[in-house]
């Protein structure tokens, strides 16, 4: 049994808003693994993108996800964790990983300036690329699947609780 919940998904799928929210409903604590790397790296995502380039970015953050290890948390990933073989495999022993499933049109629509939020891309690849690539990884390591479409935050993080529990450890140990 399991006792953390590891979201991934797309950049502005959620994975921060719905966590701090999943973490209250279950007395979890919340923890942003994008924040660990930037205070790890004395940097902002997006500058560690620009100096270094996103393939090194991967590195990192694969590197700094690996070592990640906290008991009864909600853990928000970046949308590139799953380029992190080790990092998911740690994320799978440790945790239920919950893909928050946005259709493209959704997620073009919520983010702004992608250079400016630090998402690792190739250098001239489109948003609808990056998506088209990324959605089978997602699919490859979740263990639960919520699409997200017309839910209010507190539904999501509501049907996130009911379809991990009964992967959850219990909570006696918490």
């Not at 799928?13 to 660990?36: E, I, N, P, Q």
């Not at 300036?113 to 690849?125: E, H, N, P, Y």
């Not at 263990?143 to 609780?161: G, K, P, Q, Y």
């Amino acid at each position: 049994m399991k006792n953390n919940i590891v979201l991934i998904g797309m950049p502005g799928c959620g994975k921060s808003t719905v966590g701090v929210v999943l973490a209250k409903v279950l007395g979890y604590r919340f923890l942003d693994a994008d924040l660990v790397i930037q205070e790890q790296e004395h940097r902002l995502l997006c500058e560690i993108i620009e100096q270094d380039g996103y393939e090194a970015f991967d590195r990192i953050e694969n590197q700094v996800n690996t070592a990640i290890s906290p008991q009864n948390t909600v853990i928000a990933t970046g949308g590139s964790v799953v380029y992190g073989k080790e990092a998911m495999e740690h994320y799978r022993n440790i945790g239920v990983v919950v893909y928050l499933k946005l259709p493209y049109e959704e997620i073009a629509h919520r983010l702004g300036d992608l250079t400016k939020r630090g998402v690792s891309m190739k250098k001239g690849q489109t948003l609808q690329e990056l998506y088209d690539e990324r959605q089978p990884l997602y699919e490859q390591y979740a263990d639960v699947v919520i699409t997200e479409t017309s839910h209010s935050i507190w539904e999501t993080a509501f049907l996130i609780r009911d379809a991990a529990g009964p992967f959850l450890a219990s909570r006696k140990d918490a």
